[in-house]
Antibody, heavy 117, light 110 residues
Framework: QVQLQESGPGLVMPSETLSLTCIVSGGSISSYYWTWIRQTPEKGLEWIGYIHSSGSTKYNPSLMSRVTISLDTSKNQFSLSLSSVTAADTAVYYC???????????WGQGTLVTVSS | QSVLTQPASVSGSPGQSITISCTGTSSDVGGYNHVSWYQQHPGKAPKLMIYGVSNRPSGVSNRFSGSKSGNTASLTISGLQAEDEADYYCSSYASSNTRIFGTGTKVTVL
């Protein structure tokens, strides 16, 4: 059973960089797309972007200028970096796997990140 | 990148059937057969209920079914049960290898 676990600071200062890591257990990070999704009460679920195990990435155009997703296959984990954050980036952030059926089949439990001074 | 449009809320009595719509464009829902549906209970991560428009993952009740016509996808829950009360989100693959979510629908079991 694949499991994903997000980790990172729960509070980030405005204008700084939000950094989260997702550790994947119970399966290899190879041969799949790995994605970050966030959720707010106002906007619901929002796709941030994904990375393939080959290293190729794709980002939400609305966030592209501020987002970087990276992969560490040796540690079976992937990471999210979102720069120049504002209060609008306050959300529950989920890491997840996109399966070969082009759907998100495994999700982390989610982690709340608050942007505030 | 816009979002897919869903009704804010849908309700039904136990045993009834309800349908949730998900409207997009020819660049997402209408252009690909990669529509998925997710169920989310309060405080929990979303759970995959339907993929590829109409396929159910192993373990998902056959009371859940999906379909698509043109730019609109639909999720039908038949034999509504109290445990089905949750938020439901659709999602679609979109042009340029991106992904888009719906606005979400709150299902209430009366």
């Amino acid at each position: 059973q694949v499991q994903l676990q997000e980790s990172g600071p729960g509070l980030v200062m405005p204008s700084e960089t939000l950094s989260l890591t997702c550790i994947v257990s119970g399966g290899s990070i190879s041969s799949y797309y790995w994605t970050w999704i966030r959720q707010t009460p106002e906007k619901g679920l929002e796709w941030i972007g994904y990375i393939h195990s080959s290293g190729s990435t794709k980002y939400n155009p609305s966030l592209m200028s501020r987002v970087t997703i990276s992969l560490d296959t040796s540690k079976n984990q992937f990471s999210l970096s979102l720069s120049s954050v504002t209060a609008a980036d306050t959300a529950v952030y989920y890491c997840a796997r996109v399966s070969t059926i082009v759907a998100v089949d495994y999700w982390g439990q989610g982690t709340l990140v608050t942007v505030s001074s | 990148q816009s979002v897919l449009t869903q009704p804010a809320s849908v309700s039904g009595s136990p045993g009834q059937s309800i349908t949730i719509s998900c409207t997009g464009t020819s660049s997402d829902v209408g252009g690909y057969n990669h529509v998925s549906w997710y169920q989310q209970h309060p405080g929990k991560a979303p759970k995959l209920m339907i993929y590829g428009v109409s396929n159910r993952p192993s373990g998902v009740s056959n009371r859940f079914s999906g379909s698509k016509s043109g730019n609109t996808a639909s999720l039908t829950i038949s034999g509504l049960q109290a445990e089905d009360e949750a938020d439901y989100y659709c999602s679609s693959y979109a042009s340029s290898n991106t992904r888009i979510f719906g606005t979400g629908t709150k299902v209430t079991v009366l």
